[in-house]
């Protein structure tokens, strides 16, 4: 079983991703987001960078720029993200696999097929089947059209079908019914991994007690293993969208409180502390909860690098208690962890 973490391409992801054991890199196939943010010059390339420190050379990224619009990126750029994405990866010695919607406008299409034909490590079909999701399934000759434009066969590319956010229990309901639907529309194709996605962590914290541990159920997991249970085909892959909500962010203002989103069982424990002492320094308290809590796991400070930078918060062998980008690194280097761990010995998330 693999797992697929469909990961924002921000700071913080990217060194989640960095300092993973070779044992869990051997066990995932992330997909990468890039996250419109215009306070960075330039996207693209601060991606490309931040991929380089992160993906071992050698190695397979699988990149979605879908949320980027399809046109120059900078003025007197040619080409748009699929292709400078393929240039500058191929660069730094990065893999590419790019992600395709086979509704994608034909020029991005072409792009990918370019990357395709650069790279040679295939496609990733992403299938939407969210609640709110406006498209149909693709047709057969929808499917047979994509084939002929990206130049490869079905056992060339990867079949995400994404279910979006599972925020109820009657959207799990939904979205469960449409995930078995695409896989059996879709399995003609002999594809050559298939993964079945959603994500349940909330949009933000707002709504949060401060100052208290909070359990929020996860249900993309409940979603996976019904999907797994009720398909009658090879059992799909298990992605998720880590400890963040699915769609992308809406920019912040101000700081976050100190929190930490931690993967616990079935469920995420998140502690959000008021801001009381200077800088994030009730960060070290809450680290210190945490590790003192029923929710730290029996291998502690070895369960990820995320955990061992939280037993140092708890302990005051830090400096400084880190902020946003560091909480969500080390929240995501947990679950990563925690989900890969799973099911390599249960067979669930």
Same mark, same amino acid.
């Given at each position: ?106 020029? +991005?299409?072409?792009? *990918?097929?370019? &990357? ?9 079909? /992403?299938?939407? =089947? $969210? @609640? ?42 939904? +979205?469960?019914?449409? *995930?078995?639907? &695409? ?9 050559? /991994?298939?993964? =079945? $996605? @959603? ?64 993967? $616990? ?65 080390? $929240? ?18």
């Amino acid at each position: 079983m693999v797992y697929v973490p469909i990961l924002k391409g921000k700071a913080g992801e990217f060194s989640a991703l960095e300092h993973v054991t070779p044992a869990v890199r051997a066990s995932i196939r992330p997909v990468l987001e890039l996250v419109p943010d215009p306070d960075v010059r330039d996207v693209l390339e601060t991606f490309c960078d931040r991929a380089m420190d992160a993906v071992p050379q050698g190695e397979v990224l699988t990149v979605d720029s879908g949320a980027l619009p399809a046109t120059r990126v900078l003025e007197g750029d040619a080409g748009g993200p699929t292709a400078r994405l393929s240039e500058s990866l191929g660069l730094r010695g990065v893999l590419m696999c790019p992600v395709v919607r086979y509704t994608d406008p034909g020029e +991005v299409l072409s792009e *990918a097929a370019h &990357a395709i034909a650069v790279h040679h490590r295939g496609a990733c079909l /992403r299938v939407s =089947v $969210a @609640a709110d999701a406006l498209e149909a399934l693709p047709t057969p000759g929808q499917v047979r059209g994509l084939l002929r434009t990206l130049h490869l066969e079905p056992e060339e590319i990867d079949l995400l079908v994404d279910a979006g956010p599972v925020d109820s229990s009657s959207t799990l309901d939904r +979205v469960t019914g449409r *995930a078995l639907l &695409a896989l059996k529309t879709l399995s003609p194709w002999r594809w050559r /991994r298939e993964c =079945v $996605a @959603a994500g349940a962590f909330p949009i933000n914290l707002a709504g949060f007690q401060r100052g208290q541990v909070t359990p929020v159920l996860r249900r993309d997991a409940q979603f996976w293993s019904r999907v797994a249970h009720e398909h009658l085909g090879r059992c799909p892959d298990f992605g998720d969208f880590g400890v963040t909500h699915p769609r992308m962010p809406v920019k912040s203002r101000g700081t976050p409180d100190p929190n930490m989103r931690y993967t $616990a069982g079935e469920e995420w424990q998140v502690f959000v502390y008021p801001r009381v002492r200077s800088g994030n320094d009730d960060f070290f308290r809450l680290s210190a909860d945490l590790v003192e809590s029923v929710y730290w796991p029996t291998t502690g400070a070895e369960t990820s690098w995320g955990d061992a930078r939280l037993k140092e918060c708890a302990t005051h062998q830090r400096p400084k208690a880190g902020g946003g980008t560091e909480w969500r690194a080390w $929240a995501t280097s947990h679950h990563i962890a925690m989900v890969t761990s799973n099911l390599n010995t249960s067979g669930q998330p």
